[in-house]
């Protein structure tokens, strides 16, 4: 028989096996697709073999004549979760550790363009949430996705509902009326893992019954407090049926998973022109391995 850690071993070196095999025969395949579709569109008399090479965004395109060859990504997922906090110059309360997920009001704007720029059936697509409840998010994000027609999920704590500088009932009840989604970010903003059951039934439970009466709808999506989870954690969620759990593990989500990955915009970020093409380009392997390696290890532990 073999003992936990050896089990553990195991299951890393099959789920590794898995991601190499997977990773590297999809993209020979899909290459190699993309150049025949090359070929055929009449680009036979350049010489030599054409090298094709991803561009921004998910076209790809030939490195040599600039022909976008194809507009289907290799991505094995297909949504790239962006996820905000506050926007605009922090409240003077701020922790330091926290402003570094301010960002600025136009630099948002900046982003939300990007987005529109996008055509709208190209995968991956993209979803914007905001987590803690900022006042903020109505009176900078909300005009900003309403002139655009975008849609976004604001996750709230109600233990800070009406708190300085927190959204209020009112807020809310706007952010609802405007089409958005909302869901609980937890009471009180603490990490689940180190709570006992009685603090996460208050978190958890409790925490969606309160929300669920603010806004006169079941509350059907939760978002993780600082992306902190174990394998005790993702149990009690799961009893109370959750239609979509967030983390913040980074990379991109797949349409029918239940626990989703979103990819959280820093202040260090924001000044980067190209920010969005860079996050939504296929990562290294090595890179995607690490992050299966982590969300693995976050399921167990
Ligand atoms: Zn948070």
């Given at each position: 028989m073999l003992g936990d850690r050896q089990g553990l071993a195991l299951l890393v070196s099959l789920i590794l096996y898995y991601n190499l095999y997977n990773s590297s025969v999809k993209r020979f395949v899909f290459l190699q697709g993309v150049k025949e579709a090359h070929y055929k569109w009449?680009?036979?008399?350049?010489?030599?073999r054409q090298s094709i090479s991803r561009g921004a965004g998910c076209p790809l395109h030939?490195?040599?004549?600039?022909?976008?060859?194809?507009?289907?990504?290799?991505?094995?997922?297909n949504e790239l979760i962006l996820n905000f906090h506050g926007l605009g110059e922090p409240p003077p309360c701020t922790a330091s550790e926290e402003m570094l997920y301010w960002l600025r009001a136009e630099r948002f704007s900046y982003l939300l363009d990007q987005v529109m720029d996008r055509?709208?059936?190209?995968?991956?697509k993209i979803s914007l949430t905001f987590d803690d409840g900022n006042a903020s998010d109505v009176l900078l994000a909300l005009p900003e996705l309403a002139n655009r027609g975008l849609t976004a999920s604001f996750f709230i704590c109600p233990g800070r509902?009406?708190?300085?500088?927190y959204l209020d009932e009112a807020m809310i009840k706007d952010l609802v009326g405007a089409g958005m989604s909302v869901g609980s970010h937890?009471?009180?903003?603490?990490?689940?893992?180190?709570?006992?059951s009685a603090g996460l039934e208050v978190e958890i439970s409790v925490a969606r019954r309160m929300l669920a009466d603010i806004i006169g709808q079941p509350v059907t999506v939760v978002s993780i407090p600082f992306g902190s989870y174990d394998r005790r954690v993702l149990r009690w969620l799961a009893r109370e049926q959750w239609d979509v759990i967030y983390t913040v593990d980074g990379g991109m989500a797949r349409d029918?998973?239940?626990?989703k990955p979103r990819t959280t915009l820093t202040a260090s970020m924001?000044?980067?022109?190209d920010i969005l093409q860079e996050l939504l380009r296929a990562p290294y392997l090595h890179l995607r391995l690490r992050r299966a390696l982590s969300r693995l290890w976050k399921r167990l532990r």
């Amino acid at each position: 028989m073999l003992g936990d850690r050896q089990g553990l071993a195991l299951l890393v070196s099959l789920i590794l096996y898995y991601n190499l095999y997977n990773s590297s025969v999809k993209r020979f395949v899909f290459l190699q697709g993309v150049k025949e579709a090359h070929y055929k569109w009449g680009n036979k008399g350049r010489r030599g073999r054409q090298s094709i090479s991803r561009g921004a965004g998910c076209p790809l395109h030939c490195s040599r004549c600039g022909v976008m060859v194809s507009s289907k990504s290799n991505n094995m997922a297909n949504e790239l979760i962006l996820n905000f906090h506050g926007l605009g110059e922090p409240p003077p309360c701020t922790a330091s550790e926290e402003m570094l997920y301010w960002l600025r009001a136009e630099r948002f704007s900046y982003l939300l363009d990007q987005v529109m720029d996008r055509s709208p059936n190209v995968e991956p697509k993209i979803s914007l949430t905001f987590d803690d409840g900022n006042a903020s998010d109505v009176l900078l994000a909300l005009p900003e996705l309403a002139n655009r027609g975008l849609t976004a999920s604001f996750f709230i704590c109600p233990g800070r509902i009406g708190r300085n500088h927190y959204l209020d009932e009112a807020m809310i009840k706007d952010l609802v009326g405007a089409g958005m989604s909302v869901g609980s970010h937890g009471m009180n903003h603490q990490d689940w893992r180190h709570l006992d059951s009685a603090g996460l039934e208050v978190e958890i439970s409790v925490a969606r019954r309160m929300l669920a009466d603010i806004i006169g709808q079941p509350v059907t999506v939760v978002s993780i407090p600082f992306g902190s989870y174990d394998r005790r954690v993702l149990r009690w969620l799961a009893r109370e049926q959750w239609d979509v759990i967030y983390t913040v593990d980074g990379g991109m989500a797949r349409d029918t998973s239940k626990l989703k990955p979103r990819t959280t915009l820093t202040a260090s970020m924001q000044d980067r022109d190209d920010i969005l093409q860079e996050l939504l380009r296929a990562p290294y392997l090595h890179l995607r391995l690490r992050r299966a390696l982590s969300r693995l290890w976050k399921r167990l532990r």
